[in-house]
């Protein structure tokens, strides 16, 4: 038994639990990958965050304000007015991200490049009015190398238990709460049990499953691409988010998903090849889809897709009231091109 459980070693469970550490609590962190991957996404990330009122804009002088943040949010990620938990993440994100955000990471030691980056001005749909896109000296694996180091060496780490190559398959309740989960260590083959007080969920979305990314494309958007290119982490498979619906966690706007209309198959996966001598003459051949982890010393790891339960299709389930409690996924939208249609797209991470 610990304090908390938390299922996620990427960005967010990593910082979830520095926190509890902070907070003198024990903490176990399952991460499926391996400790070498330990990190998540983040690790190949670009480390672009969209900030608002920072100290770069003002030197720059773009008129930016969380209202006007609040506005373009709204707009380009087509909040209706019954989008309840939406609108309240949007609110606070772009009300709290100066402090929250921007000066936690500054408190880390770490850097933002001068340039403040104008990305995702939007196409049919107006984006970004002004410059936000704010990148991190290092980029994404400095960020994560440095929470790696402040968890591995915090004060209370003898509180702290990392269980690398640990797959959770589902949440364990008793009396209606959820008090810990059941799994695989995929190193051993040995089924595990967690048990504890609090869980907390960070294994992102559901973009890292190619099959998930389909079932829940929405009714009214074009027809999904014959290829997807998946450069979402094949981890984020949503298996977790299953678990959570079948004891009764209603999800909303799984069918909105990140996910860009355009993409290249990484060079040296699966079905490419690349002529000795010639580094710039590889050519890869047409496959059916292509994930980032994948390489011939790492074949694809994903279990077999299964539906969330209460979500065929694109549809999202009824409108949970702000009393119930909900599990959300990410909230945005599909970059289309100017005819609507793709050839490839790649999947968001």
């Known amino acids: 038994m610990t304090n908390n459980l938390v299922i996620g070693g990427g960005i967010a469970g990593i910082v979830t639990a520095i926190e509890l550490l902070d907070g003198g609590q024990s903490v176990v962190l399952i991460d499926r990958d391996s400790r070498e991957r330990f990190g998540g996404l983040a690790l190949w990330a670009f480390g672009g965050m969209a900030l608002v009122g920072t100290p770069e804009q003002k030197k720059y002088r773009i008129p930016d304000s969380p209202e006007l943040a609040l506005e373009d949010w709204i707009r380009f990620g087509e909040l209706g007015p019954d989008d309840h938990w939406p609108r309240a993440w949007a609110e606070c994100y772009v009300r709290d991200c100066r402090v929250w955000v921007y000066d936690w990471v500054k408190s880390l030691g770490m850097k933002f490049m001068p340039a403040v980056n104008w990305v995702e001005r939007g196409s049919a749909i107006k984006g970004n009015s002004v410059a936000r896109y704010h990148l991190l000296w290092g980029t994404g694996k400095e960020l994560v190398m440095n929470l790696i180091t402040r968890l591995m060496n915090h004060p209370n780490g003898d509180r702290l238990t990392v269980l690398h190559e640990h797959r959770a398959i589902g949440l364990i309740v008793r009396d209606g709460k959820v008090s810990g989960c059941d799994g695989v260590d995929e190193a051993s083959g040995r089924s595990f049990v967690v048990e504890a007080e609090n869980t907390i969920v960070a294994t992102g979305g559901i973009n890292g499953s190619v099959e998930q990314v389909r079932r829940h494309w929405p009714q009214h958007w074009p027809e999904a691409p014959a290829r997807i290119l998946n450069g979402a982490h094949p981890y984020a498979s949503g298996e977790i988010h299953h678990s959570a619906a079948e004891h009764g966690v209603r999800l909303t706007h799984v069918q909105n998903m990140w996910n860009y209309a355009a993409g290249i198959p990484h060079p040296r996966g699966p079905g490419c090849s690349r ?75």
Not at 290 to 296: A, D
Not at 300 to 306: S, V
Not at 323 to 334: D, F, G, H, S
């Open 275 to 349: 002529p000795k001598g010639r580094p710039s003459a590889g050519r890869c051949r047409r496959l059916p889809r292509l994930h980032l982890l994948e390489s011939p010393r790492c074949p694809d790891p994903r279990p077999p897709a299964r539906p969330i339960a209460g979500l065929q299709g694109g549809e999202p389930p009824p409108r949970p009231t702000p009393q119930q409690p909900v599990l959300p996924t990410r909230q945005a939208t599909l970059a289309h091109g100017a005819d609507g249609e793709a050839g490839d797209l790649a999947c968001g991470g």
